[in-house]
C-alpha cells in the first residue's frame, strides 16, 4: 500500500475513535507505523539519488529525479513527525 493513501487511512480511523484512552492506545502503533514508512522513503531518497540524479545526462531526466528526490524527503518529513489530533 502507498504510505500516503495507508497514513491518510490511519488517521481516519484515528479520527473515528471518540475514547480518548482508545485513542492513547492507538497513537503508538500509528506512530510507529509512520516511522516505518520514514525510513523506507529516505532509503527511497537515497537511491533516486544515487541511482536517478547522479548519472543522467538529460536536463530534464535530471530535473524530475531531483523534484522526485524532493518530493520523498518531504514525505518523510512528514511520517517523521506526524500530527494528530487530541
Request: with cysteine; proline share 6%; hydrophobic share 45%.
Amino acid at each position: 500500500m502507498l504510505p500516503d493513501l495507508f497514513m491518510r487511512w490511519l488517521v481516519d480511523i484515528y479520527q473515528l475513535i471518540s475514547s480518548s484512552a482508545d485513542r492513547a492506545r492507538v497513537r503508538p502503533i500509528i506512530f510507529e507505523s509512520c516511522q516505518f514508512y520514514a525510513k523506507d522513503l529516505t532509503v527511497l531518497v537515497d537511491e533516486v539519488q544515487e541511482v536517478g540524479v547522479a548519472y543522467t545526462k538529460v536536463p530534464g531526466m535530471a530535473l524530475s529525479g531531483s523534484k522526485l528526490r524532493d518530493e520523498l524527503r518531504q514525505l518523510a518529513t512528514l511520517f517523521e513527525h506526524p500530527e494528530l489530533p487530541n
